[in-house]
């Protein structure tokens, strides 16, 4: 079971970047899928997820301007992210269980300019 992120990179406050995940070794469309950030030298903070009915939920600072969806090409989802911030800046993660475990792929660096 693996997952790959991809689409991280710089960007000014205000724009926008869309992240993608790609999931091998299990079905994505049949379990919840997240997405996770991590400052360096702070803990990992969920900030969106997506269950097998469509049901996403939003850590509080990224309501509104991120949006997760499946990718069912790629096995796996997205994470749509506008109007940008600078406190956006972080490692993003990918996330997903695997029986009593849960999967995580190696992240992809989001800058964001001040």
């Known amino acids: 079971v693996q997952l790959v992120e991809s689409g991280g990179g710089l960007v000014y406050p205000g724009g926008s970047l869309r992240l993608s995940c790609a999931g091998s070794g299990f079905t994505a469309s049949n379990t919840y899928m997240g997405w996770a950030r991590q400052v360096p030298g702070k803990g990992l903070v969920r900030i969106a997820s997506i269950y097998t009915n469509g049901t996403t939920n939003y850590e509080d600072s990224v309501k509104g301007r991120f949006t997760i969806s499946r990718d069912n090409a790629k096995n796996g989802v997205f994470l749509q992210m506008n109007n940008l911030k600078p406190a956006d800046t972080a490692v993003y993660y990918c996330?997903?269980?695997?029986?009593?475990?849960?999967?995580w792929g190696r992240g992809t660096q989001v800058t964001v300019l001040s």
């Open positions: 996330n997903a269980p695997y029986g009593s475990a849960r999967v």
